[in-house]
């Protein structure tokens, strides 16, 4: 699936120092491939590499941060753009408010008006009343009266009558004198495209004038998906989308291109038969779902909430002149601890990662470091070289470690000097100071 895609071509890059026009362009062709293989619009995946690309070259890397995990980031964001950003509210201002559903047969749209009845019943507290606009399929009747039954909400139908325009009238005129405040119409659908369906429904939505129409669409007919909303919309130009059957082992494609092809967006998604299955569209959860890789996204975001641009450009300068010593390698274990899960992190930052690798990483293992850089003296501090056997004594007794200890800090401390040397003398290093969010 696309994730795990995904997942793979950003596991090429690691490793990788940085964020290449070469690097990035192998990632994103594979990248392109899931996409397309996903069902997403070729234009679609093509405008979304690009900018996907353009973002990540111009995107300095982060010490805290693997260039791979800054992709997934950037990836993550741009999905998350690409599907609206925001998640988008019904707007029901109309008393009654009205909703029109639309969409192809099967697609979803009884089950959906219950679910939505059923949601908005008890938690806008809303008094809905449901429409059987179906007047080819007697049993399409029957469904929506079986449903309502479920959940207690009353279904106006008007069984034998031939004109669904009139149905959707007649039941608005009943929600007002019965008190009403919300009507939510289903109306009939075909299997395929047809002009006596669309101008039947373009008819409804003319008579009624709903505060939403919604397109709903079966999320596991991939393209088709984005063809079909591309046609209702060009007829109904309605308000959202409502993306059915995500449960199932459906491909995200449809997703991403709906809301690029129409522009409208969608708003909700059905996740199952039952009338609990429904929830709103969150285009970032969507996002990690297709990714797979929530946790990485959360982790890029708190490194660089945390970390300090000028504190970075202040420690380059000084590793570029060697001046990198023990308060530096203090404060960048501060950094560590601000920003939470240890082990977790520790490995994400250049040289402090690598020189308390073998240690157990807890509190533990900061606190005898600690301990010990605290028992130096200033001078200590800054020109580690005058450490000698008297001074790593009177240290080994004043953090309440051992000489071995010490000496096991000062002989990871000098690894990691040499190690910050040597990688900013790189093109990374160069890349390095510069961060924003
Ligand atoms: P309509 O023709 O557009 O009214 O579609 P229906 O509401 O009758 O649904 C068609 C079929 O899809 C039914 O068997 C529903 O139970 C099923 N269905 C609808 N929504 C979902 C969903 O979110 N997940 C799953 N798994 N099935 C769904
Ligand atoms: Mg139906």
Redesign the pocket.
């Known amino acids: 699936n696309l994730s795990e895609r995904l997942e793979r071509s950003f596991k090429i890059l690691k490793g990788e120092g940085k964020i290449t026009e070469i690097n990035v362009a192998e990632t994103l062709k594979d990248v392109r491939k899931a996409l397309l293989d996903a069902d997403v619009n070729y234009k679609v995946a093509k405008s979304f590499t690009d900018t996907v690309k353009e973002k990540a070259l111009g995107q300095n890397v982060l010490t805290a941060v693997k260039p791979s995990q800054l992709m997934v980031k950037i990836v993550h964001d741009e999905l998350t753009a690409l599907m609206g950003g925001e998640t988008a509210e019904l707007e029901l201002n109309g008393r009654p408010a009205i909703i029109l559903m639309s969409g192809l047969?099967g697609s979803g749209?009884?089950t959906f008006s219950g679910k939505l009845a059923r949601m908005l019943k008890a938690k806008k507290n809303r008094k809905p009343l449901l429409v059987a606009c179906?007047v080819y399929r007697p049993a399409?009747v029957d469904?929506?009266t079986v449903l309502g039954e479920q959940i207690e909400v009353p279904v106006y139908s008007e069984p034998g009558s031939k004109d669904p325009v009139q149905i959707a009238l007649n039941a608005i005129h009943e929600a007002k004198a019965k008190g009403y405040d919300l009507v939510i119409v289903?109306t009939?659908?075909r299997l395929a495209i047809d002009e006596q369906m669309m101008n039947e429904i373009e008819a409804i939505k003319k008579a009624i004038n709903p505060d939403e129409t919604l397109f709903v669409v079966d999320s596991m007919t991939g393209q088709d998906a984005v063809n079909t909303a591309r046609e209702f919309n060009e007829r109904l130009d309605f308000n959202g989308v409502v993306l059915t059957k995500l449960d199932g082992d459906t491909r995200g494609g449809a997703a991403l291109s709906i809301r690029t092809v129409v522009n409208k967006p969608i708003k909700f998604v059905g996740t199952g038969e039952k009338l609990d299955a429904i929830d709103q569209f969150h285009p970032a959860r969507m996002a990690d779902r297709i990714l797979g890789m929530g946790d990485i996204v959360s982790l890029v975001e708190r490194a660089q909430e945390q970390y300090d641009e000028e504190e970075a450009k202040r420690l380059q300068k000084k590793i570029q002149k060697n001046q990198f010593d023990f308060n530096d390698f203090l404060a960048q274990i501060h950094q560590i601890k601000k920003m939470g899960n240890l082990k977790e992190l520790a490995s994400m930052i250049p040289g402090v990662g690598k020189a308390i690798k073998d240690i157990d990483i807890d509190d533990n293992a900061f606190k005898s470091i600690e301990a010990i850089i605290y028992s130096m003296t200033p001078e200590e501090r800054t020109h580690p070289e005058v450490l000698n056997g008297t001074r790593r004594t009177r240290i080994a007794k004043g953090s309440g470690t051992t000489i071995q200890e010490v000496n096991r800090l000062l002989k990871q401390f000098d690894q990691t000097r040499k190690m910050m040397k040597m990688v900013t003398s790189s093109k990374m290093g160069k890349m390095m100071p510069k961060m924003k969010k």
């Open positions: 047969q749209k009884t179906d399409a469904q929506l289903d009939a659908g």
